[in-house]
C-alpha cells in the first residue's frame, strides 16, 4: 500500500548514507542552537563511530528510509525523521516500535529541543535530572527521561 510506513531493521553500512542525510535534515530543522562546528564534527562520525553501535531500526516508506532510532540496551540513543516526512506519526512509530521490541525506558534530550522534549513527554517520559552539558562534553544541557507513563498514540 502506498504510504505505509514499515519498520525494519537496518541493513547495515549499506544504507549509513542515508541514514545520515536523515540525520542531517532533521539535526537542520530541530536543532538551531547546535554551533557548526559541533554540527561538522558529529556528521563525521555518524556512521563511523555512532550508528554501528547502537541497535538500529528504519521506518521505510515506499521503499525509501525516512527515519530511524538507535538503542542500547534499554535506551534511545537516537532518533531522527526527515524533515520532509515530520509531523505523519513517524516519530511516534519508531518509539513504540523501541519501547516495545527493545524495551526502551530512558532517553536523554537535549533541553534546547523544546519540541523533543514535548515529543517524549507526551509520549509517558518525565524529567528525572538534568546535565549541564552533553556526552562529548559540550555546552548543550541534556534532560534525563524515562518513561513512567503508557506511551500516547
Not at 503508557?150 to 498514540?153: C, I, L, P, S, V
Given at each position: 500500500?502506498?504510504?505505509?510506513?514499515?519498520?525494519?531493521?537496518?541493513?547495515?553500512?549499506?544504507?549509513?548514507?542515508a541514514?545520515?542525510?536523515i540525520?542531517?535534515?532533521?539535526?537542520?530543522?530541530t536543532?538551531?542552537?547546535?554551533?557548526?562546528?559541533?554540527?561538522?564534527?558529529i556528521?563525521?562520525?555518524?556512521?563511523?563511530?555512532?550508528?554501528?553501535?547502537?541497535?538500529?531500526?528504519?521506518?521505510?516508506?515506499?521503499?525509501?528510509p525516512?527515519?530511524?532510532?538507535?538503542?542500547d540496551?534499554?535506551?534511545?540513543?537516537?532518533?531522527?525523521?526527515?524533515a520532509?516526512?515530520?509531523?505523519?506519526?513517524?516519530?511516534?512509530?519508531?518509539l513504540?516500535h523501541?519501547?516495545?521490541?527493545?524495551?526502551?525506558?530512558?532517553?536523554?534530550?537535549?533541553?534546547?529541543?523544546?519540541?523533543?522534549?514535548?515529543?517524549?513527554?507526551?509520549?509517558?517520559?518525565?524529567?528525572?535530572?538534568?546535565s549541564a552539558?552533553?556526552?562529548?562534553?559540550?555546552?548543550?544541557?541534556?534532560?534525563?527521561?524515562?518513561?513512567?507513563g503508557?506511551?500516547?498514540?
Open positions: 500500500m502506498k504510504d505505509e510506513v514499515l519498520i525494519r531493521h537496518s541493513r547495515g553500512e549499506e544504507e549509513y548514507p541514514l545520515v542525510e540525520w542531517r535534515s532533521a539535526v537542520i530543522a536543532h538551531d542552537f547546535l554551533a557548526k562546528e559541533h554540527f561538522a564534527a556528521e563525521r562520525r555518524l556512521a563511523k563511530d555512532y550508528l554501528p553501535h547502537v541497535s538500529l531500526v528504519v521506518a521505510e516508506r515506499d521503499g525509501a525516512v527515519g530511524f532510532a538507535g538503542t540496551e534499554g535506551k534511545l540513543e537516537m532518533l531522527f525523521v526527515h520532509q516526512s515530520r509531523g505523519a506519526g513517524i516519530g511516534r512509530m519508531l513504540k523501541v519501547i516495545a521490541e527493545n524495551g526502551v525506558n530512558a532517553v536523554d534530550v537535549n533541553e534546547q529541543n523544546e519540541q523533543a522534549v514535548g515529543f517524549y513527554a507526551h509520549a509517558g517520559f518525565a524529567v528525572t535530572g538534568r552539558v552533553d556526552g562529548e562534553g559540550w555546552p548543550y544541557p541534556l534532560l534525563h527521561m524515562r518513561l513512567t503508557r506511551a500516547d498514540g
